[in-house]
């Protein structure tokens, strides 16, 4: 059912991460909502919090051969491969029509070395509408980068040097495929990390049993939707108490209760991913199921609702 849109002010849904101010706490995530203006037929982009660009690298890329998108049981598996446009043609192309709006713009972005990952940070720290960096060290479908999110001491000297490059909003995207998530965020945060986003797809497999082979041409993909979300939430839970920067929650959230339960978790914002290919509008009929549930609960800031 949709929910119209809430109309008592007194609900203050506005989350401060360090010197940004956002609207409300609910992000359109990276691979899910292209640059921001594809989506613009669908819904006001003013309305969201903000939303996270395509993953971006120094130069284009055309990803991995195809099949790589399936429907799995209360999800998806893809292995898009960071298919992108490139730094230059997003900052030349995308950038100017995004003038128009005054939501927020995280650039996601990821390098298949640290050099590479310093100068793409470089390049999108010198664009005035970006408002914060995403570091994308986690990504499941790729060989080049995943190395960065799997052990603390590569966490830690990657956003290191990205850190001594940039003065913008630096968030880090963590892999859920490790053994402590925690212990990554750690290390992240002792970098100079601004903020977490908790946390990226999971590995996992489809198998074609006609064929008797991996539905996905590259053999495995990255697992999301709703069927990870009870692993995302408590992996929010986990790391909102092991640091003492904000968290941001990704994860199979589908609904305006999703994204209560992660707000109660402990995350200050949630990305909204895979709902966006059911429901284009998904994202602001969440930020409205939350003002409306505020309201009836009485609840004038988002602060109230981490009571765990």
């Known amino acids: 059912m949709e929910i119209p849109p809430g109309k008592n002010e007194s609900v203050d849904l506005s989350v401060n991460l360090k010197h940004l101010r956002f609207r409300n706490p609910v992000l359109a995530a990276s691979g899910t909502f292209g640059y921001g203006l594809e989506y613009t037929s669908f819904i006001d982009l003013n309305e969201l919090g903000g939303f996270s660009t395509k993953g971006l690298s120094l130069k284009p890329r055309i990803g991995n051969p195809g099949p790589r998108m399936i429907e799995t049981s209360s999800g998806m598996l893809n292995a898009i491969g960071l298919e992108n446009i490139g730094i230059e043609a997003f900052i030349h192309e995308k950038v100017p029509r995004l003038a128009n709006y ?3 713009v995280l650039a996601n972005f990821f390098g298949e070395s640290v050099n590479e990952y310093v100068e793409a940070a470089q390049s999108l720290s010198e664009v005035e509408r970006v408002d914060a960096l995403e570091m994308n060290i986690s990504c499941p479908n790729v060989s080049d980068g995943l190395h960065f999110g799997s052990y603390p001491d590569r966490i830690e000297e990657v956003v290191s040097r990205v850190r001594k490059v940039t003065n913008k909003l630096l968030v880090v995207k963590l892999s859920p495929n490790v053994t402590s998530i ?5 290390a992240a945060e002792a970098a100079g990390a601004d903020a977490l986003s908790v946390a990226n797809t999971h590995v996992g497999m489809f198998i074609d049993i006609e064929t008797r082979k991996p539905y996905l ?3 495995t993909g990255g697992l999301s939707g709703p069927a990870i979300k009870p692993i995302a939430l408590a992996q929010v839970f986990q790391t909102s108490r092991a640091v003492d920067i904000p968290v941001i929650g ?4 589908s609904s305006w209760q999703d994204a209560v ?3 109660m978790a402990g995350a200050k914002l949630v990305q909204v991913g895979t709902a966006n290919f059911i429901d284009p509008a ?17 609840i004038s800031k988002l602060d109230e609702l981490n009571l765990l």
């Open 250 to 253: 990704i994860g199979g959230i």
């Open 182 to 186: 925690s212990d990554n965020a750690k």
């Open 282 to 298: 998904a994202t602001v009929k969440i930020v409205r199921g939350i003002r409306n549930y505020c309201e009836k609960e009485r």
């Open 217 to 219: 041409a590259n053999k």
């Open 102 to 104: 005054d939501t927020r």
């Open 261 to 263: 339960e992660f707000l």
